[in-house]
C-alpha cells in the first residue's frame, strides 16, 4: 500500500510558563526576573506528545478519540505543520488541507479575493491553480458581493465561510479536521457539514478528531486512542472504540 503519512517517534514539550501567553514584553520582563528554583531546573516543561508512532495509507480515514488534554488537536498541528515537534519525524506524501484553525493565514487589510490568493499560496497552490479554481472558491463561499472588501469588515462568520471555501474547493489529498466544524449561519453549516462528509467518505485520506465515538465509528478505517500524549492502541475501528468506551465506563 501507498504510505500518504508517517509519525515516527514523535513527542513533543510544551513550556507552560511561556507558550501559551508568548509576548515580547513578557518575554523582557522575564529575562529581569530572578528565576524560581524549579523554573532554572525546567519543571515547567510538560510533554503533551510522547513517543507517537502511527502510519497512514493514501484514502485511509484515521480517527484519533482520547479524552481532554490527551493531545489530539497537538498531534493534528504536529502533522499538518503549523507546529514542529520537538523530536521525532513526519513525513507526508500529499497536499495538507487543515481545517484547524479556519482563517489563520488572512491577512486583514487585504481584500477578500487578495487573501484568496494568499490563502492558496500558503496551502501550497500555484497561481494558475488557484486561477482556475477562484470561481468555484468564491460561489461556494457566497461572497460574491464582497470580494472587494478588506477581511477586516467581515463577520467572524463571513472570514469563516471564505476560510472553509478556499480550503475545501481546491481537493487536498489529505484532509485534517479537529471534529467536524459548523461555521456560518444555518444554511452554510449544512452546505460545509455535507461538503466534509463528501470528502470524507469520497477517497481523501483523512485525519479526524472527535469527540463522538459515534461519528467515529461511521466514518473511520482505523482509529488511534491517546492518553496523556501516548497511544495506548491504535487499529481496528470497532475494537478501539469499544476499547476506549469501556475505559470510559468504568471510570
Ligand atoms: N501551545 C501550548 N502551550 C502549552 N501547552 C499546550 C499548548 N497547546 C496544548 N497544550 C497542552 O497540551 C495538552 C494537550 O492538548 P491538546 O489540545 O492537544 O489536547 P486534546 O486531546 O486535543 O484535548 P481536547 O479534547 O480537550 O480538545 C494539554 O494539556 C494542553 O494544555
Known amino acids: 500500500m ?56 493514501r484514502g ?8 481532554n488534554g490527551a493531545g489530539k488537536s497537538t498531534l493534528l498541528k504536529v502533522v499538518s505543520g503549523v507546529m514542529k515537534p520537538t523530536e521525532g519525524k513526519i513525513t507526508v506524501a500529499g497536499n495538507i488541507c487543515p481545517m484547524i484553525e479556519l482563517g489563520a493565514g488572512f491577512d486583514m487589510d487585504l481584500t477578500a479575493r487578495e487573501n484568496i490568493y494568499l490563502n ?11 486561477d482556475q479554481k477562484f470561481d468555484e472558491i468564491v460561489s461556494f463561499s457566497e461572497l460574491q458581493d464582497f470580494l472587494e472588501v478588506p477581511v ?39 452546505k460545509s457539514e455535507a461538503k466534509m462528509r463528501s470528502m470524507i467518505t469520497g477517497g481523501t ?8 465515538i459515534d461519528s467515529i465509528r461511521s466514518l473511520c ?7 496523556h500524549g501516548k497511544v495506548v492502541m ?12 469501556d475505559s470510559q465506563v468504568s471510570k
Request: hydrophobic residues 40%.
Open 60 to 67: 485511509e480515514v484515521v480517527g484519533f478519540v482520547g479524552g
Open 120 to 130: 492558496g499560496s500558503i496551502l501550497g497552490y500555484s497561481r494558475e491553480f488557484i
Open 205 to 212: 485520506t483523512v485525519l479526524y478528531v472527535s469527540h463522538s
Open 152 to 190: 477586516r469588515n467581515f463577520s467572524s462568520g463571513m472570514v469563516a465561510r471564505l476560510a472553509f471555501s478556499i480550503a475545501t474547493q481546491v481537493d487536498p489529498e489529505i484532509l485534517i479536521v479537529d471534529e467536524i466544524l459548523s461555521v456560518g449561519d444555518l444554511n452554510f453549516q449544512q
Open 2 to 57: 501507498d504510505s500518504m503519512i508517517k509519525v515516527e517517534d514523535v513527542s513533543m514539550k510544551f513550556n507552560l510558563g511561556i507558550e501559551k501567553n508568548f509576548s515580547l514584553k513578557l518575554f523582557f520582563i522575564n529575562m529581569f526576573k530572578p528565576k524560581k528554583k524549579d523554573e532554572k531546573k525546567g519543571n515547567k516543561d510538560f510533554w503533551a506528545l510522547k513517543h507517537v508512532n502511527f502510519e497512514v495509507e
Open 221 to 227: 478505517d482505523k482509529v488511534v486512542w491517546l492518553d
Open 234 to 245: 491504535s487499529g481496528n475501528t470497532e475494537k478501539v472504540c469499544q476499547a476506549y468506551y
